[in-house]
Nanobody, 126 residues
Framework: QVRLTESGGGLVQAGDSLRLSCAVSGRTVSCLGMAWFRQAPGKEREFIAAISWSGGTAVDADSDKGRFTLSRDNAKNTVFLQIESLKPEDKSVYYC???????????????????WGPGTQVTVSS
């Protein structure tokens, strides 16, 4: 059983940076494919970034997602999402997800992920 716990969200001002954390228990993070998604009020959940078990990374092709950086700390069994230059439209619940299949490439597909955290709320004031 894999358990994911996100943290680091909160109320920030536009232009600030934020680092979200996803602590993994029950499995070694370097054996998992991991991803970050977000869901804004009234919208569908959307992909942000992913990392394969072997360390390959992918970020959504939306140019605005260039402000997002996913990283992994194997020693802490944690993945992070760094967000730069936050905007009010970044207000969302941010979720991390884990894929136990060791796929070659990182996946942007929600259905490929077996475990999800409860999410952490990010609110950005203008």
């Amino acid at each position: 059983q894999v358990r994911l716990t996100e943290s680091g969200g909160g109320l920030v001002q536009a232009g600030d940076s934020l680092r979200l954390s996803c602590a993994v228990s029950g499995r070694t993070v370097s054996c998992l494919g991991m991803a970050w998604f977000r869901q804004a009020p009234g919208k569908e959940r959307e992909f942000i970034a992913a990392i394969s078990w072997s360390g390959g990374t992918a970020v959504d092709a939306d140019s605005d997602k260039g402000r997002f950086t996913l990283s992994r700390d194997n020693a802490k069994n944690t993945v992070f999402l760094q967000i730069e230059s936050l905007k009010p439209e970044d207000k969302s619940v941010y979720y991390c997800a884990a894929d136990v299949d060791q796929k070659v490439a990182p996946s942007y597909l929600e259905n490929n992920y077996d475990y999800w955290g409860p999410g952490t709320q990010v609110t950005v004031s203008s």
